[in-house]
Antibody, heavy 122, light 106 residues
């Protein structure tokens, strides 16, 4: 069974940093592109970032470029999102997601974690 | 950014009904289009990818159609477990944008 388990969320002050982690199991992690999607009641679902299986291609939405860094460690079956210079606009539930097609990045997501809540507030 | 406009935002239906949800994109996304179902307090689940292809394990009462800029999700014979929020998403061009969601309620 595919499982994605996020951790690392919490309350952080504006301008602060936070690192989200996602531990994957039940599939060949090193063969799939992975990503992060966030959700808020106001803005709905927003794709944030994706990384291909060997980390040679990395993608971000414009609003997080230069502030967020996605990375992965296949030895640990883990995906990370390092977030810095956080603002209230980054407050959201962050989902770790798996790209559907093994070996490709298609930006359709067939498995989602349960989400990790990030709240940016003073 | 490609805008994805989803309608309606909510609808009321009964078990056994056929419901249709529509999404329009601000430019052509060909068939790079997906549908998800989200139940309260849970993560979204992929229903349909590439506009018309049913994801594995998804009941055949779900059907996706369309290409270019207009897409439709049809649920034929609504079941109690189908009452949920549905999102569409374009996967053609970054940023990979989602519709605002349609809540299907009893």
């Amino acid at each position: 069974e595919v499982q994605l388990v996020e951790s690392g969320g919490g309350l952080v002050k504006p301008g602060g940093s936070l690192r989200l982690s996602c531990t994957a199991s039940g599939f060949s992690f090193s063969s799939y592109s992975m990503g992060w999607v966030r959700q808020t009641p106001g803005k709905g679902l927003e794709w944030v970032s994706s990384i291909n299986p060997d980390s040679s291609y990395i993608y971000y939405r414009d609003s997080v470029k230069g502030r967020f860094t996605i990375s992965r460690d296949s030895a640990k079956n883990s995906l990370y999102l390092q977030m810095s210079s956080l603002t209230a606009e980054d407050t959201a539930l962050y989902y770790c997601v798996r790209d559907r097609l093994m070996g490709y990045t298609r930006w359709d997501f067939d498995h989602w974690g349960q989400g990790s809540l990030v709240t940016v507030s003073s | 950014d490609i805008q994805v406009t989803q309608s309606p935002s909510s609808l009321s239906a009964s078990v056994g009904d056929r419901v249709t949800i529509t999404c329009r994109t601000s430019q052509s996304v060909y068939t790079n289009f997906n549908w998800y179902q989200q139940k309260s307090g849970k993560a979204p689940k992929l229903l349909i990818h590439d506009a018309t292809t049913l994801y594995g394990g998804v009941p055949s009462r779900f059907r996706g159609s369309g290409s270019g800029t207009e897409f439709t999700l049809t649920v034929s014979g609504l079941q109690p477990e189908d009452f949920a929020t549905y999102f569409c998403q374009q996967s053609s061009r970054s940023p990979y944008t989602f519709g605002q969601g349609t809540t299907v309620q009893i």
